[in-house]
């Protein structure tokens, strides 16, 4: 049974930082692209970062560009997101997912397709105070 589980949430000033894990098993990470989303309230999921299967791409949106950094281990079957310079605009759930290897992470996020995503986590809340 694949799971992927997020952790690492929380509240956090302007200007802060948290790291999120997404830990995965049931899975071997290395096939599959891994992506970081978010929700805010009433408002749509959106990409957040991105990893192909073997790490020799990562894509940021240009809104965490230069703020969060992504990074997996497919070793120990976890992927990292690590959130810098934090604004209230980023708070949000963050959820992290996995897509089959060669779908899911494009060189442009928004030509992010959702449902190539096939395996998503319960999610993990970050908030951002001013």
């Known amino acids: 049974q694949v799971r992927l589980m997020e952790s690492g949430g929380g509240l956090v000033q302007s200007g802060g930082s948290l790291r999120l894990s997404c830990t995965t098993s049931?899975?071997?990470?290395?096939?599959?692209?891994i992506g970081w989303f978010r929700q805010a309230p009433g408002k749509d999921r959106e990409p957040v970062s991105c990893i192909s299967n073997k790490g020799g791409r990562i894509i940021y949106a240009d809104s965490v560009k230069g703020r969060f950094i992504m990074s997996r281990a497919n070793a120990d079957n976890t992927v990292t997101l690590q959130l810098n310079s934090l604004e209230p605009e980023d708070t949000a759930v963050y959820y992290c997912?996995?897509?089959?290897?060669?779908?899911?992470?494009?060189?442009?996020?928004?030509?992010?397709?959702?449902?190539?995503?096939?395996?998503w986590g319960q999610g993990t809340q970050v908030t951002v105070s001013s």
């Open positions: 997912a996995t897509a089959d290897s060669g779908y899911g992470c494009y060189d442009d996020l928004s030509s992010t397709r959702i449902h190539e995503y096939d395996y």
């Open positions: 049931g899975l071997s990470l290395d096939n599959y692209a």
